[in-house]
């Protein structure tokens, strides 16, 4: 989650972590060979990958569902 300005949202993400009690930590990476989708976010150990990861909203959305144990659909890949 490195390019299309990725790197600007992760610290958001990790204070939003922070914030939420979330036992979950953060991992940038390059290329994940999905760069259609970019930028892109994965949670493990679920394995669930989401695409468009381009704002404080989307990053909201996808920790909402993960907190309550689900999937945020419309970032789902």
């Not at 994940?32 to 704002?55: F, L, N, Q, R, T």
């Amino acid at each position: 989650m490195q390019k299309k300005g990725s790197v600007d949202l992760l610290p958001y993400i990790e204070n939003e972590i922070l914030d939420r009690g979330l036992n979950a930590q953060i991992t940038s990476t390059g290329c994940m060979k999905a760069c259609d989708h970019g930028p892109v976010m994965v949670i493990y150990p679920a394995g669930h990958w989401y695409g468009g990861v381009e704002s404080e909203d989307v990053v909201d959305e996808i920790l909402d569902a993960l907190e309550d144990g689900g999937v945020a659909d419309a970032y789902a890949l």
